[in-house]
């Protein structure tokens, strides 16, 4: 028996409309009546390009369509709200950016400042939107944030297309509002980190796979491979997880021939080596002398950074260059506990996992209700696709032993989303099968007393919530079995009370996550508590340095933040410019997820910091206008106003001055450039006017032998110190006295 299931279009016969949508969907009349469907729109005029835009398919309802923009101009006026208060959100990315609206050069290679010292740690499609933004707007937060905004607005319009497709409108809007309303998402696609792309074009990837196995054409196969390779530009390896389950999906379920399925792949395989290697294969091959050096790596490669750092490394925790790997095989370790639960624990579970269980529980469903139709069922494929991809994602996550941050989950979002809206959909058109309204009841009722968990966790956060949620969610369940056989308006309520208690526990993180803003590396989401990272001694990446410490202990003399501080992982100390530190505090009243060593001390001292002093591995320093001053002073003369350890540091003075500052080891300061030979030749050539006193020797995981301790101790002998307020620069163009 083949089924031609393409698209959801109305023929006679149909059964009539439903509170999902106007008919039956595909997904239904194959699993009911497996007859051919015909071509959509086929013998249908076709509508005027401004009608379709505003009113959708002739087959939609009316309410469909302006359903669709209310809920994409939602999620980005949601998204908008008080997004300048995150500043320059990650000051490492924000500086990349600054330099590529000064550079051409470094728009290209990824540099981390204008004068092309050295790249960020990644491939630099992600920064490529935001600088060509900061180009046209200005350097300001929300040239650099709004194009994020833009990206999760498309990944919500991409969840919502793909589910609309094969089952209907509302069950669209369902999966739009879950991914609009997952934690992390709402902190990602407000931060300027690479994930925001990542998932954006992943999304894409998934979407354009579903279409193939719909018509076999090869076009689409070759739209995934392209958006793959773009993702691969913004996130090198991360890109290529989904890979397995969507070429096996495509390779069994596609309605053409086994030969040319294969061709297919074979052909997309080539677009992806083509739109994600043209860049890799010119940096490759440019003059080492004449290009910035690839930040993250240790031999000036960027196929060593794929492969290494931010490739296999990741996975077996051993990363060069790194800060320290995690707990390989269950184990513990400075980025937190591996194994099977690490997407419902403490540490990360507040960020992703409210719907978690409910959408493997539909997942479950959507599979059975679609095994016995044929192997080219696009529904089918649907879930395959996106399910495959939520499983090898959340997998790999659980286990990967090498640097993990919680906002790395939000690759998960669009799958989860996905999933969530095509097994409600499906399942709810079949409530009058007895199984099927136990497996939605199931799936509202594990919502239900997860939220209550994952509330419980932070117990004085809204404490009645948990309580509210578990008694609508338990109501609902009930009347999703015994409701929708009465009556359709009572199955109906039943359903809205479901969702919405489904929806209230991430929606009330998501709102918290937005009343505030994050800075540095390492952010969360949701209020104070949420999220604690760690598993070394202490528990709690919460503590950093700040009593001598490593992640993992609790700081004592370094205290963890003030007042408004919430979420302040890592490593306290550093701040957003002109934000007051003291005693190594993990942030301000108005700062969350302030990372950064303490103070200006040595590590582990918790020394204050003050205006113009250091900041740290994961966050910028407080620039003081006295700083700022002695920095812009003849900063014409020269290619670098300045030289610091490590990336944040430099990253905060190139953008409280606009001009280029040369981040000596990269974002770990333990990157081997420059090496003190070349160090000395810049010096001599006049081209660095200040170098930036840390205090930190060489880094984190630096050592007396490596070169930003070699260039820091060359420095300390030969030039004279200045003193601006309480920071300690080097003037680089006056020896020392005696």
């Known amino acids: 028996m083949t089924i031609h299931d393409h698209r959801p279009t109305r023929r006679e016969g149909d059964p009539g409309p439903s509170s999902w949508g106007p008919e039956p969907t ?37 309410w469909a ?31 990349a950016v600054q330099a590529g609206s000064r550079s051409w050069k470094a728009f290209f290679f990824g540099s981390l400042d204008a004068g092309n010292a050295i790249t960020v740690d ?46 209907s409108p509302g069950a669209g809007l369902v999966a739009g509002a879950v991914l609009a309303l997952t934690p992390v998402a709402a902190l990602m696609f407000r931060f300027n980190n690479p994930d925001a792309m990542l998932a954006l074009l992943m999304a894409l990837a998934c979407y354009f796979v579903v279409r193939g196995v719909e018509d076999g054409r090869t076009k689409w196969l070759l739209w995934a491979g392209v958006a793959i390779g773009f993702a691969f530009l913004a996130k090198t390896l991360q890109a290529f997880l989904i890979l ?138 649907s879930f395959l696709v996106w ?14 032993a090498g640097i993990f941050h919680q906002y790395y989950t939000v690759a998960l979002a669009p799958y989860l989303a996905t999933v969530i809206g095509m097994g409600a959909g499906l399942l709810w058109e079949k409530r009058t099968e007895m199984w099927a309204s136990l497996t939605l009841a199931g799936a509202v009722v594990a919502s239900a007393v997860w939220s209550y968990v994952l509330l419980n966790r932070t117990s004085t956060y809204l404490p009645w919530l948990k309580y509210l949620i578990l008694v609508g969610g338990l109501t609902a369940a009930l009347g999703l079995i015994f409701a929708g056989r009465v009556s359709r308006q009572l199955a109906l309520g039943a359903a809205a009370v479901g969702l919405v208690a489904s929806l209230a526990g991430p929606t009330a993180y998501t709102l918290s996550t937005l009343q505030s803003g994050h800075t540095g590396s390492i952010v969360t989401a949701g209020p104070a508590g949420a999220s604690t990272m760690g598993g070394g001694p202490g528990g709690g990446m919460r503590g950093g340095f700040g009593g001598g410490g490593m992640p993992g202990q609790q700081g004592q003399t370094g205290r963890q933040g003030q007042q408004g501080q919430q979420n302040g992982n890592g490593f ?55 700083a700022k001053k002695l920095l812009e002073t003849d900063s014409s003369k020269y290619t670098w106003v300045a030289a610091a350890i490590g990336a944040q540091n430099a990253a905060s003075y190139q953008l409280s001055t606009g001009e280029p500052v040369m981040a000596i080891g990269g974002f770990n300061g333990t990157d081997p450039s420059p090496t003190l030979a070349q160090f000395k030749t810049y010096v001599g050539e006049g081209k660095i006017h200040y170098f930036i006193s840390s205090g930190t020797g060489g880094g984190l995981g630096g050592s007396s032998s490596g070169t930003s301790s070699q260039i820091t101790s060359w420095v300390e002998k030969t030039f004279k110190k200045v003193t601006v307020g309480s920071a300690t620069f080097y003037d680089l163009t006056q020896k020392a006295s005696g």
Do not use: H
């Open 122 to 167: 990644k491939p630099p499609a992600s920064l490529w939107p935001m600088e060509l933004s900061v180009r046209i707007f200005g350097l300001n937060s929300w040239a650099i944030l709004v194009p994020e905004v833009l990206m999760g607005v498309g990944a919500v319009a991409v969840v919502y297309a793909a589910v609309r497709r094969r089952f």
């Open 572 to 626: 306290p100390g550093g701040g957003m410019p002109g934000q007051n530190q003291q005693n190594g505090n993990g942030g301000t009243q108005n700062q969350r997820n302030g990372n950064g060593f303490p103070g200006g001390g040595r590590m582990g001292d918790g020394g204050g910091m003050g205006g113009g002093g250091v900041g740290g591995l994961l966050n910028g320093a407080s620039v003081s206008s006295q």
């Open 387 to 400: 399910g495959g991809a939520l499983l090898m994602t959340a997998v790999v996550f659980s286990y990967m």
């Open 65 to 95: 369509r302006p359903a669709l923009w209310s809920l994409l101009l939602a999620t980005g006026l949601l998204y908008l709200y008080n997004l300048s208060a995150s500043g320059w959100a990650n000051s490492f990315y924000s500086a």
């Open 244 to 381: 397995p389950p969507l070429a096996l999906v495509y390779a069994v379920c596609a309605p053409v021939s086994l030969k040319k399925r294969l061709g297919q792949l074979g052909a997309a395989t080539v677009a992806l080596v083509v739109s994600g290697g043209w860049w890799v294969a010119i940096v490759e091959l440019w003059p080492a002398s004449s290009r910035p050096y690839i930040g993250g790596s240790q031999n000036n490669s960027f196929l060593e950074l794929t492969f290494g750092y931010n490739g296999l490394g990741r996975l077996s925790g051993d990363e060069t260059g790194s800060v320290g790997g995690g707990g390989g095989g269950g184990g513990t370790g400075m980025w937190g506990a591996t194994g099977w639960n690490r997407m419902f624990n403490s540490e990360v579970g507040g960020q992703i996992s409210w719907l978690l269980p409910a959408a493997l529980i539909l997942l479950a469903g959507g599979l059975v209700a679609t095994r016995r139709l044929s192997r080219t069922s696009a529904t089918r494929a």
């Open 26 to 62: 595909t997904a239904v009349r194959e699993a009911v009546t497996p007859s051919a469907v015909p071509a959509p729109g086929a013998g249908e005029p076709q509508q005027p390009f401004v009608r379709r835009l505003w009113r959708g398919r002739p087959e939609d309802p009316r």
